[in-house]
């Protein structure tokens, strides 16, 4: 190899988040050389700002719960306390661990991780600003992966000491004993679950009429209660148009037509901003939507030849395992293996908050709105021997199937789990929705008992007409 070589790359990818490290490490497997751009850590918002740690910290939040009710089952272990920092270290050694494994599959592919800021060029070259100068690539492909950053709101500016993002929560130092999370989505149910199982009084405020859009209806019912019987407020409808720091500590959020809300600390959660400012030099052709998203075909294929663009900074789901998905089906459609587009509708989706919720394919609304005549069945994890074991019983499974000329049940459309451990059984679920089974199809298939996966066949077993339990 001369020394130009040492700079041409079969793919470069610009970010080293989910999107773009799933795509080094799959381009890498079928043997293409690949520089991974990369200005902060591997790993990208996942693993450093996102799913990792916060999932971690719901981990010590379970914990903590179980033990509070181990007297239960018998076992005395006196009344239980949180040390929060020893939490947080716990945290972040489960993040390092994973940072250095992951450098480690980089570099046992032979990735090039190449430290610094990208740019995509208008000649189709990367220019990388790194801490010894600036350095420039040449790559038959590049993939752009820059992710996203959360989104503010303008009186909520996050300081970390009144006001966190997920960016500063996650390296929360004091547990406060109340918050405000505003947002009610995924990642806010999430931290409200979190801070409320550590002891803190919480108040959620969501401006739309229930928490967790996009989930079926009943199913965010289920949270809502659950939220609610675990002390947690929830005030939907409502608009906040600021907050006043107070002089004994604390802070006022302001909330129109209504008295303000008095707590420790305001947690915003109001969604993701896609990274694309300062990505693109100039005379560089790839579009950006007025939203602030890379413009892809369902390949993930800017309108420029050999640029692609994966994850966070397009628009479809966020969520890491769509980025991983994207990254790799960009990595194919490199190689012209013309993988299947992904259908943004029948992703899985999965929230770890208390309980968990699970879901793949249509909502009931969703259905109907599709033009699907449907028919819906329901089970309760009340009913379930192994939910009861565990002595976590709030939730159900939710199957939506397509009603077939004849009234019985067929295709599988939508299935929606909330409860115990359902991030862990949505599998079969997913598999459903998207293999297109038929509940007769399913129905004829063995769940192993006890399990909590057994209420999804319970629950599609009822859809051919006839029940078990
Ligand atoms: C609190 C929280 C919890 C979450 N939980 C889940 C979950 O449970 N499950 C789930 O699926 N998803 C979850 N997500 C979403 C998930 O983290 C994202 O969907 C995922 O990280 C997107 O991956 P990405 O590679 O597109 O972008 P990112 O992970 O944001 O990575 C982008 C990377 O690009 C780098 N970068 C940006 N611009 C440049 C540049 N010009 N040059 C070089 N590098 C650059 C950044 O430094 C970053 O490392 C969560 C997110 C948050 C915030």
Redesign the pocket.
């Known amino acids: 190899m001369d020394e130009a070589d040492g700079d041409h790359f079969d793919v470069i990818v ?8 799933a795509a080094a490490l799959y381009g890498a497997s079928a043997g293409l050389r690949i520089a991974l ?10 693993l ?4 990792i ?3 971690e910290l719901l981990e010590s939040a379970s914990v903590y719960r179980t033990v509070r009710h181990a007297a239960e089952f018998g076992v005395h272990v006196g009344e239980p306390s949180i040390d929060w920092s020893a939490t947080i270290d716990r945290k972040q050694r489960v993040v390092d661990q994973m940072f250095t494994g992951l450098g480690s599959l980089l570099k046992g592919r032979k990735v090039e991780v190449v430290p ?4 995509l060029e208008a000649d189709g070259r990367v220019t ?1 600003e790194t801490d010894a100068g600036s350095r420039t690539l040449a790559g038959d492909a590049v993939i752009l ?6 989104r503010v709101i303008p009186g909520f500016e996050p300081d970390a000491r009144l006001v966190f993002s ?1 960016d500063e929560l ?1 390296d929360l130092r004091e547990l406060p004993g109340s918050a405000a999370v505003i947002g009610g989505g ?2 806010g149910c ?2 409200a679950s979190t801070l409320a199982d550590m002891g803190a009084s919480v108040t959620i405020l969501e401006g739309l009429p229930k928490i967790l859009p996009g989930c079926d209806e009943e199913i965010a019912k289920v949270v809502t209660t659950s939220f609610k019987k675990r002390g947690l407020t929830i005030r939907t409808g409502v608009r906040v148009t600021g907050h006043q720091p107070q002089d004994g500590g604390g802070t006022a959020v302001q909330i129109e037509g209504s008295d303000p809300l008095f707590v420790d600390m305001v947690v915003v959660s109001v969604g ?1 901003r896609p ?1 694309t400012d ?2 693109l030099g100039d005379g560089c052709k790839v579009a950006v939507s007025p939203r602030g998203f890379f413009e892809v075909d369902a390949h993930g294929r800017t309108g420029v030849p050999g640029v692609w663009a ?4 397009i628009d479809t789901p ?6 991983f998905m994207e ?1 790799m089906n960009a990595i194919r459609d490199i190689l012209g293996e013309d993988p299947p587009p992904i259908d943004a509708g029948r992703v899985p989706w ?3 908050c208390q309980p968990e919720v699970a879901f793949a394919g249509y909502t009931e609304a969703a259905a109907k709105e599709a033009g699907f005549d449907v028919v819906t069945a329901k089970h309760r994890f009340i009913g379930n021997g192994r939910a009861v074991i565990i002595g976590s019983t709030d939730g159900m499974v939710k199957v939506i199937a397509e009603r077939r000329p004849d009234g019985t049940a067929g295709r599988v459309l939508g299935v929606h789990l909330a409860g115990p451990w359902v991030t862990e059984q949505l599998g079969q679920g997913y598999l459903a929705v998207n293999w297109e089974a038929t509940v007769d199809e399913i129905a004829a298939l063995i769940q192993p008992h006890p399990t909590m996966s057994e209420l999804f066949g319970e629950t599609v077993l009822s859809l051919t007409g006839r029940s078990l339990h």
């Open positions: 610009i970010g080293g988040g989910p999107g773009g490290y751009v990369e200005r902060d850590k591997v790993g990208g918002t996942c450093h700002r996102g799913c740690p916060a999932k610094g800021s990208g740019v990388v992966a820059t992710g996203s950053v959360p997920s996650l995924a990642i999430e931290f993701r990274v300062g990505v994966v994850g966070d900074c966020q969520l890491a395992h769509v980025a990254g999965a929230i770890y």
